[in-house]
């Protein structure tokens, strides 16, 4: 016979078998082996030999079938690199023909005889003939009515006889799951999930456990922890006279397999078989160091274990389970750190809908990613990385996403798609990201051309409308839903403590308000490494307040609206530090352009000349003489405190004050006051000048004594390059990355993402700078402005605090450079706390 391939060799102790030349199933059998389960005879085909007979080469399926004795029946399965990849079905009972039914009928009765070989049949028809599945109706497998029609059936539709020699069956049954993965369907499918463009399959051919027949016979599958949870727990489901995964497929016979009230169990059918499951459990937790879901068959009495898989999990489960195979010793602490995808912990802190809060539902759909998030509704990607670049939480809707969404998918708080299953690219996207999505939302009708969808009671939701998006249970909501806060179970906090044990760089967090900060301390940051004073005006009265200071003429009238101010924030400040019981706090002196506090329509100005009592033509000037052609290059940060010093002068006495009031109440705080925009160092002297000052009136008032920290927030390229001038006048230098891009791209990051993508798709940027950090342009600049600073003031503590801080990719770079921190937002920090530990390890 010519053209064969010889290349499959059987799965033994000590056969080479590898996960990259045979696939994970082949190698975890062969484990199963080594452990002295009672695994039936399993031949492995390799990448290459399933390659080559997806491109037309003939397998000696002869010898293979002589492998396994005289009238062998054979089960085929996938074993790609990855079992997340996917692969064709498996298919059973392979070697079935007319002449094996009827030794079989004589052997195993006529019933179990009918229905191995109906199913056989009904397989080879649907995968490797391609018939039309809907010709096979719902029927009783074990009829012989059913197999005849099924015989003739096939006939009529192929205009051939069934084929009957095992040895062709075989053949085909091979070439038809080899090809079937080298399908563009089968192959997008499994690039979505992280498989490279070359990945291989490989097939196992395995001698069949009938689990039709004598009593006792049948399948099932079991697994000792819960999937949801990691909690231990045995799960699972028996099927007499079954084969495979028929037990978990919705069939009512199907039994518990422990003892439980609500009806029969295997633990009483079959106790020995039961028995040695538990123990076969047992022997794959300490020796595969991992929780195994086991696929296993009774034949007769006899047990076999045909199977055994990673147990699907979600990120909460793998937590747990890594943490309590650490405290049973089976692995150690640093692999159950390494084992936790620190980005999928994101899907752990999400936020849920309230459940106590009343729910108005406009479409449901599949929940396919957990967590809830608020948001406006947009209908592109490009119109949601414009609305998160002005601070504004969004819900991306979609009729399904496509790899061109990533960005905005990024940028948005939740996801909803008309279309899609659990496995979709919107799916399978959100959950990586830890974005609430809701897919295949099918009551809803989307118009693009309007930018609105109408729901299935006939509401229309416009773009910029607020929606609440459950993803934990596949409902849209309308407006805005109140949320709570995630559960962080003791799982999670003990591997986070272990994280926190060998991590050599803090975590801090960005936190602007009191509830930022009870978030950041929840999740255990190290401290505030950002707090953006300004969001504090932003509230109610103070808003009128600050704009009266914004108004004033004269310097006393000025000092007025401060003197206002003044309690507002030393309230906001005593409250962070209470918050964060003596960790540090890091808060930076005022940094927005003016004209943003002021109102830009014509309503608002009328408004604002009321509240103020000044004609609207004053309001108007002045509004007019503030605005900037480029207000983020224009007299913002410390140029403000430069020329119109009593803000900064009011925010550091409003800091001193409260430190004094907090250390009195608890443990000693030693705040930290940052100036941002800085680009000289003259800047930094003068304001240096004022602030110490105003800690000297301080004292001399109050009679305590206090210190505090003066820092520099690094944003400028300049303030990179003169960092060694800049760090000989303070005590750290946090760079802030958001700026510090848009500086050295000269891209403005509030309207890049207009074209972010295209960028991108044209391979211009590898990533969007202001989400992954550019290591190779912004970063240069870190690490000059490091080494500039450390050598003029060893002391100097270094930090980031742009949002790449939470990033692994920046946490890795940072540690490198030998920074002492990054901050991130408060949801990132847990994140941020694993990954270092995973860089430290
Ligand atoms: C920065 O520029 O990186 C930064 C942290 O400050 P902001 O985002 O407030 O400009
Ligand atoms: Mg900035």
């Known amino acids: 016979k010519q053209d064969v391939f010889a290349d499959y060799r059987e799965i033994t102790e ?68 990855d079992p997340d990849w996917g692969g064709p079905g498996a298919i ?133 922890v819960d999937g949801k949870t990691g909690e231990k727990l045995i799960k699972g489901r028996y099927l007499s006279q079954s084969q495979s995964r028929d037990a978990l497929a919705g069939q009512k016979e199907a039994i518990f397999l422990t003892r439980d009230p609500r009806g029969p169990s295997l633990e009483e059918l079959c106790p020995e078989q039961f028995a040695a499951l538990l123990e076969y459990g047992a022997r794959c937790r300490t020796r595969l160091r991992e929780e195994m879901q086991i696929e296993f068959t009774i034949d007769s009495g006899a047990l076999s274990i045909i199977d055994a898989v990673r147990i699907p999990r979600n990120s909460r489960a793998e937590v747990r389970i890594a943490v309590d195979l650490a405290k049973d010793g089976i692995i150690s602490r640093e692999e159950a750190l390494m084992r936790v995808e620190p980005r999928s912990l994101s899907e752990l802190l999400h936020r849920q809908v309230d459940p106590d809060a009343p729910r108005d539902t406009l479409v449901e759909g599949i929940a396919a990613s957990p967590g809830a998030a608020r948001g406006v509704v947009v209908f592109s990607s490009a119109a949601a990385q414009a609305r998160a670049a002005q601070g504004e939480a969004c819900v991306l809707v979609r009729r399904e996403t496509t790899p061109d969404d990533i960005r905005g998918m990024h940028a948005a708080s939740a996801v909803l798609t008309e279309r899609g299953g659990v496995t979709s690219h919107a799916a399978v996207i959100a959950r990586g990201l830890g974005v609430p999505c809701i897919v295949g939302a099918s009551g809803m009708t989307l118009s693009r051309k309007a930018n609105q969808f109408t729901c299935p009671d006939g509401r229309i939701v416009r773009e910029g409308d607020m929606v609440t998006v459950d993803g934990s249970s596949g409902a849209v909501l309308a407006g805005e839903t109140p949320l709570v806060e995630a559960g962080l179970d003791d799982a999670f906090q003990t591997l986070l403590g272990w994280a926190d044990e060998v991590r050599d760089i803090k975590v801090r967090a960005n936190a602007d308000t009191p509830a930022d900060a009870r978030t950041a301390e929840r999740f255990k940051a190290d401290g505030i490494g950002l707090c953006r004073t300004e969001h504090m005006f932003f509230e109610g009265d103070r808003l009128t307040v600050m704009r009266e200071m914004i108004f004033a003429d004269h310097t006393q009238d000025r000092q007025a609206a401060l003197d206002q101010l003044l309690p507002m924030q030393r309230a906001d400040f005593i409250a962070l530090f209470e918050i964060m019981q003596g960790r540090p706090v890091c808060i930076r002196l005022f940094d927005p352009p003016l004209h943003e506090f002021l109102p830009n329509d014509r309503e608002g100005l009328r408004e604002l000349a009321e509240a103020l009592d000044l004609p609207l033509s004053d309001v108007n000037r002045r509004v007019e003489a503030l605005s900037e052609f480029n207000p983020m290059l224009g007299m913002r940060g410390v140029r403000l405190g430069v020329t119109i010093p009593e803000i900064y002068e009011m925010q550091a006495r409003a800091i001193f004050e409260a430190t004094i009031e907090a250390s009195r109440k608890g443990d000693p705080v030693v705040p930290e006051i940052m100036i941002p925009l800085v680009s000289a160092k003259r800047e930094v002297e003068l304001v240096k000048t004022r602030i110490d000052a105003v800690a000297a009136a301080v004292r001399t008032e109050t009679g305590v004594d206090f210190t505090y920290r003066l820092g520099v927030m690094v944003e400028t390229p300049r303030a990179a390059l003169r960092a060694g001038d800049i760090a000989a006048h303070c005590s750290f230098l946090s760079f802030g990355t958001n700026d510090l891009t848009q500086m050295t791209y000269g891209l403005s990051r509030d309207d890049a993402g207009r074209f972010m993508s295209q960028y991108v798709q044209q391979e211009v940027f590898p990533e969007d700078p202001f989400h992954i950090l550019d290591a190779e342009g912004v970063g240069e600049l870190l690490t000059i402005g490091s080494e500039r600073g450390r050598a003029a003031n060893p002391q100097v503590t270094l930090s980031i605090c742009g949002e790449h801080g939470g990033n692994p990719e920046s946490i890795a770079f940072c540690r490198t450079a030998g920074f002492h921190y990054v901050s991130c937002s408060p949801f990132r920090v847990p994140v941020a706390r694993l990954s270092a530990a995973q860089y430290a390890l």
Request: glycine content about 8%; aromatic content about 6%.
């Open 92 to 224: 059973l009972n392979i070697g079935m023909n007319d002449a094996r039914h009827a030794f079989l009928a004589e052997t195993i009765g006529e019933r179990a005889a009918n229905a191995l070989y109906l199913r056989f049949i009904q397989a080879y028809a649907i995968h490797v003939a391609r018939l039309d599945p809907d010709m096979f109706e719902a029927e009783d497998l074990t009829d012989a009515a059913a197999l005849r029609r099924a015989l003739s059936d096939y006939e009529d539709e192929t205009d051939e006889t069934f084929p009957q020699d095992p040895a062709r069956q075989l053949s085909e049954v091979l070439r038809s799951m080899a090809r079937a993965w080298e399908g563009t369907t089968a192959r997008l499918l499994r690039q979505a999930r992280g498989a490279p463009a070359d990945a291989g399959l490989g097939l196992v051919v395995q001698e069949m456990a009938l689990g039709l027949g004598q009593p006792e016979s049948g399948s099932g599958v079991i697994q000792f």
């Open 14 to 81: 000590t056969a080479e078998i590898s996960v990259k030349m045979h696939g994970g199933r082949a190698k975890c059998l062969q484990r199963l082996i080594r452990l002295g389960l009672p695994v039936p005879k399993t031949l492995a085909l390799s990448f290459p030999t399933v390659h080559a007979i997806a491109e037309g080469h003939l397998a000696d399926t002869e010898r293979m079938m002589a492998a396994f004795g005289e009238v062998p029946l054979v089960s085929v399965r996938p074993s790609s690199e």
